[in-house]
């Protein structure tokens, strides 16, 4: 969608209706929850993701997330010395089913590998909205449809999105949309209208290993706290400054 200036000046109403929006609130937030009380996160651990695709599964069904789309997704890295130009990074249909069993090559003839196919290292690096405290998506959107709520969950009001994209261009880790039906931006928001009633997210509910948790940086009870102070995590694509919020324990470093 092309905007020029005189499109512009006409959508700044609605940036100002949206902006009131965020101050009062969202509508899936419960009555009693209040904003400023959270500080939204997430905490995934890589030696205990299994790639079963559990999460993604169902994270769709519990939003309704169109075929072919994903709020979240898992991939699988192979990192060893045959694949110079960097990992072998495969995630068939967002990881949904699982991947495919490690082959052993034959080895030596026409067509096989003299190495075997499972040498290296194999790892699974679940993705997600990384709700970002500066978020490029929030700066890009011309009407305000996209904003960061006071408890630092990254929101799209789809009343007011206009489908443009500039925020799908702008997320740096790939994790917008258009949905094909509704024409307007789409993608995870920590299932909000489950953690402001006191749940976890579908995917965290769902995870048979516990690779991911549901962490409030406010929190002080919260276990994260204790957890960070004995382990290393990172962010995906630290150089990007966009104060993403979805940390990674042992997160290899060839991870893009």
């Known amino acids: 969608m092309n905007l020029d200036r005189r499109h512009f000046l006409v959508m700044l109403p609605a940036a100002a209706i949206a902006w009131k929006y965020v101050l009062a609130g969202t509508p899936d937030a419960s009555p009693n929850y209040t904003m400023t009380d959270h500080w939204w996160s997430m905490l995934i ?149 489950r953690i402001t009633k006191g749940l976890t997210t579908a995917c965290c509910e769902n995870c048979p290993t516990g690779a991911r948790k549901l962490v409030d940086l406010k929190d002080p009870n919260d276990p994260i706290h204790a957890f960070l102070k004995t382990h290393y995590v990172q962010v995906l694509k630290p150089q990007m400054a966009t104060g993403a919020k979805v940390f990674y324990n042992e997160l290899d470093g060839s991870v893009r």
């Open 45 to 193: 651990d890589i030696p205990k993701c299994i790639g079963c695709g559990n999460c993604v599964r169902a994270c769709a069904a519990e939003n309704d997330v169109p075929d072919g789309h994903f709020r979240t997704w898992v991939e699988r890295y192979h990192v060893n010395d045959w694949h110079m130009e960097g990992p072998e990074v495969i995630s068939p249909d967002g990881g949904k089913e699982g991947f495919p069993a490690v082959a052993q090559s034959a080895g030596g003839g026409e067509g096989f590998s003299s190495a075997p196919q499972d040498e290296g290292k194999y790892f699974f690096v679940p993705k997600l909205c990384n709700h970002c405290a500066d978020s490029p998506c929030t700066q890009v959107c011309p009407v305000g449809a996209t904003f960061i709520a006071p408890d630092g969950v990254v929101l799209v009001d789809q009343t007011y999105c206009l489908g443009c994209a500039y925020c799908v261009q702008a997320c740096p880790y790939g994790c917008r949309y258009i949905h094909p039906e509704k024409k307007v931006a789409d993608k995870c928001t920590l299932c909000y209208h």
